[in-house]
């Protein structure tokens, strides 16, 4: 098992991610961030502690991923210890990924009214059990953890931080808001300075990276090794690539851009079977966000609304091949 975190901070210095997202980050959207290339790693969407532990088919399932994709962390959630543990072996067993992180960012009250994602920055001692018992079936495989500045205190990183790394934790990925302020204000790229000088282990910086050239900007700022992007690869997966090459959107012609969206249709049918044309409009509606592809293409409006009514990968295949090709350079 390589050491995904030594191999790229060695080779690179820094690391660039795609960070985990639920109902986002599938086999089909890893493979078209890796298909165009420039991120280090890929975090998959969080799975379920106790639907592994229950054999929940559909949920490991979630866990497959082909080579093309690796190195891949899966993420887990939960806040049972041994439950967290089993888990892990579960997917490694199954999927053997470069590494397991623990969410310990997630907001949102179906989560953390169990005491699992963001809700373990409260209970310091479960998350030092959840760590231990996780480590101890690991082995090798690098453990991280994603974590928010704290739930309503946003220095509560300052004596979590040490605490987890205590127990043991390789990698560290610290999202700058807090728990209670969900998606709201802007994440707090200074407090994430003051965790890297914290830290003893690597640590990646998270929050409003919307685009490219903000990648060089995060990372002086805070110093950390390295940043995980969320939102800005949405509708965007060659993000990593024109960070790598300092670019813009505008580099990326509209013949690739609508090459990869029929990939990535294809793709995403592949895993879900045709009726998954449903979720990919999602992915659809980001991609021609306004302030994304959609920003340059006449009467966007109305392509937008048959996009997200679209039910076969042949009838998006048909209204892009309508769209008119006048423009090639976004
Ligand atoms: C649709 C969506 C789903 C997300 N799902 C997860 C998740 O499963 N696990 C996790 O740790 N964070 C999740 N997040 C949080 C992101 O990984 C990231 O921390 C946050 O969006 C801030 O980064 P950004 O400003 O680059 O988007 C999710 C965010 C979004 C927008």
Not at 6 to 29: H, Y
Not at 196 to 224: F, W
Request: proline fraction near 4%.
């Amino acid at each position: 098992m390589t050491m995904w975190i030594n191999d790229i901070l060695e080779k690179k210095q820094k690391i660039l991610a795609l960070s985990p997202m639920a109902d986002m980050t599938d086999s089909a959207f890893c493979q078209i961030v890796r298909k165009i290339g420039g991120a280090d790693i890929v975090f998959r969407e969080m799975v379920s502690s106790e639907a592994l532990i229950r054999d929940s088919k559909k949920t490991l399932g979630m866990t497959d991923f082909v080579e093309a994709e690796r190195p891949i962390v899966q993420q887990i959630f939960g806040a049972d210890p041994m439950i967290m543990a089993r888990s892990a072996e579960i997917v490694m067993q199954h999927a053997r990924p470069e590494g397991i992180d623990i969410n310990m960012g997630c907001p949102v009250y179906k989560i953390t009214s169990n005491f699992n994602g963001c809700a373990l920055m409260r209970e310091p001692d479960r998350a030092v059990q959840i760590i231990r018992e996780m480590k101890r079936v690991l082995g090798d495989t690098p453990l991280s953890v994603k974590i928010r500045l704290g739930w309503s205190d946003p220095d509560d990183f300052k004596t979590f931080i040490p605490v987890i790394e205590d127990a043991g934790v390789d990698l560290i990925t610290i999202h700058g808001r807090t728990k209670a302020q969900g998606y709201s204000g802007v994440s707090d790229w200074e407090r994430i300075k003051q965790a890297k000088e914290i830290a003893r282990v690597p640590l990646l910086a998270n929050g409003d990276v919307h685009e490219p050239y903000q990648v060089a900007e995060i990372l002086e700022q805070t110093k950390a090794d390295g940043v995980l992007i969320a939102r800005g690869a949405l509708g965007n997966p060659w993000f990593f690539r024109l960070a790598l090459e300092q670019g813009g959107a505008e580099d990326i012609s509209r013949e690739e851009r609508f090459e990869i969206i029929k990939k990535h249709a294809h793709l995403h049918v592949a895993q879900y079977g045709e009726r998954g044309m449903m979720s990919f409009r999602k992915h659809l509606s980001w991609y021609f966000k306004t302030n994304k592809l959609g920003r340059d293409i006449p009467g966007i409006k109305d392509i937008r609304a048959r996009l997200v009514r679209v039910s076969s990968v042949l009838e998006l295949e048909e209204v892009l091949d309508k769209i008119d090709v006048g423009i090639s350079k976004l």
